[in-house]
């Protein structure tokens, strides 16, 4: 006997162009909500009456916020509380999605409230500021209190040393715990404190051995200024070639929330341009350099063609974008989101081959990242998503787009790690080895001390993901190769700043 559907989505889907210049938000956020609420039947009851009169609501509302008609912070709290979920697990990505597609995104007609007393929020500061480490949703009700308009204001030394600490916890973040800190950093650099984030994140990449920094570096990217575009462009030289990637997801995060995409790529396009022509070919920055030129509008780049001496780093050949089966990557992402959707009894989910195809095949990084905020907060969702994923990877025969799906896959880690990541750290190749090892860390997997320390001592990228996982699981292995007078000052430096900044951070 087949099983019944819990309840069809089919009606909630992002119809604009795979590669199109801009997205849906109201349903992709309308869809994240409808699916939690069907996967937890058991506390959310059956049908659209009963959950409204769970969330004080009613129906034809709640049918307008699901599909993407209407947006309300308030409701979305209310969904986390009747559905037992982490609070701000909902709020956190939808907000995130929303911020980075401004253009598109719907307006919050009804926030949830906000800390909105002295004595609340002194009592979450001093809660923040003490040795343990807080749930991730404090620091989100923190921002939001410190950030919104006349809201209630503190010392600055204060909330710098408060943001150091956020920076701090954000890179080692995994789970709901993530995107909430995310979020929360992004608040705080679109605020009066913005300045704080920019300084803090300077003070951090001045630490030659800083190891996470791309989130930092995107919340950086959440509001354009003069001194951050000056800064990041600068970075573009760095030798250190995750500094170079995070300063390309801020300019790129910069030319996404930007009032005027085309106007922010014409101040900076001169400046890449040289910077790339000024970069061998294969050297570290190479890759992102070209992922930036390659994202300026055809209107900017015109005439400035000609003048990108060096060759653009090999990109996916991706030449089909409709949805149709001529389309090979569309098809087998569909079959995978339907498989899926089938396994939950989910009904037709058109929704999710659109976010799954997002993240595997979009050339936009900003999409990519948003689309595995919104599957990781269905915890359900994102364990199913990387294992098919892994699966496509398998057979994925263009080495670009195999290098990029491997890249964005520990993004969906939420606690679980796929059985082919076991087999690619025994017998995978290079960029097998580093997605395992990503995937290792972020869900708190165990890996053992030979793998790691021959990984580290391979040197390259390789190595930077196995420091990676020792650090993220407090490794031994991390004391072992510190006493070993063979490693390189480099290599000790990492393991010195795993060792003094701490692990996985999942509450």
């Known amino acids: 006997m087949t099983a019944r559907p819990r309840g069809s989505s089919r009606s909630i889907d992002d119809g604009t162009p795979l590669n199109g210049a801009r997205i849906e938000i109201g349903p992709r956020i309308g869809w994240v909500l409808r699916v939690s609420r069907l996967l937890h039947r058991e506390s959310a009851g059956v049908g659209l009456q009963v959950m409204a009169a769970k969330v004080g609501s009613n129906a034809t509302r709640l049918h307008r916020v699901e599909t993407g008609g209407t947006r309300e912070g308030r409701l979305v709290a209310r969904y986390e509380e009747v559905l037992g979920l982490a609070p701000a697990s909902l709020q956190a990505p939808i907000d ?48 939001r209190a410190i950030s919104v308009a006349g ?12 943001v150091t600490r956020l920076v701090g916890e954000l890179g080692r973040s995994t789970s709901h715990a993530y995107p909430i800190r995310y979020e929360a950093l992004a608040l705080l650099r679109c605020s009066p404190y913005g300045h704080l984030v920019l300084e ?8 030659p051995h800083i190891r996470v920094l791309n989130d930092m570096m995107s919340a950086v ?9 000056a800064w990041c462009l600068g970075l573009l030289t760095d030798p250190r070639e995750r500094v170079v990637h995070g300063a390309a997801l801020a300019l790129e995060n910069m030319g ?42 055809a209107s900017v780049m015109g005439g400035r063609r000609h003048r990108v001496s060096k060759a653009l780093a090999p990109a996916p050949a991706i030449t089909r974008w409709e949805r149709e089966e001529t389309n090979a990557h569309w098809t087998e992402v569909s079959r995978a989101a339907a498989a899926i959707a089938g396994e939950l009894e989910l ?45 496509l990877i398998e057979t994925q025969a263009d080495p670009a787009l195999r290098e990029r799906m491997l890249r964005r896959l520990p993004g969906m880690a939420q606690g679980s790690f796929p059985g082919l990541a076991s087999s690619w750290l025994v017998n995978g190749d290079d960029d097998e080895l580093e997605a395992a ?17 021959r990984a580290v001592c391979g040197g390259g990228r390789v190595a930077n993901r196995a420091l990676y996982a020792a650090g993220m699981t407090a490794h031994p292995v991390i004391d072992r190769l510190l006493a070993d007078p063979r490693i390189s000052s480099e290599t000790a430096g990492a393991l010195d700043w795993w060792r003094r900044n701490g692990s996985r951070v999942d509450v």
Do not use: K
């Open 96 to 143: 995130v999605v929303c911020r980075t597609f401004p253009q598109e995104a719907p307006t919050d007609r009804h926030p949830a409230p906000v800390v909105g007393t002295v004595r609340e929020l002194s009592q979450l500061t001093e809660q923040l500021s003490s040795v343990e480490t807080q749930p991730a949703h404090r620091w989100f009700a923190w921002a």
């Open 221 to 229: 990217g959440e509001r354009v200024s003069e001194d951050a575009v």
């Open 200 to 207: 803090v994140a300077r003070e951090q990449v001045a630490d």
């Open 151 to 162: 809201g209630i204001g503190m010392p600055e030394r204060i909330a710098h040393d408060l």
């Open 437 to 453: 090892l990503f995937l290792a860390g972020a869900s708190h997997t165990w890996v053992p001390a030979e793998i790691l320390g």
């Open 256 to 297: 996404q929330v930007a009032a005027s995409s085309e106007d922010f790529w014409e101040s900076v396009v001169d400046r890449i341009i040289a910077v790339h022509n000024g970069t061998a070919e294969g050297s570290p920055g190479w890759e992102w350099h070209s992922h930036l030129l390659r994202l300026v509008p």
């Open 347 to 391: 009904g037709s989910q058109p929704m999710l081959a659109r976010l799954m195809f997002d993240l595997a095949i979009s050339p936009y990084e900003s999409r990519a990242v948003t689309s595995y905020m919104l599957l990781g907060s269905i915890p359900e969702i994102a364990a199913r998503v990387t294992s098919s994923l892994g699966q």
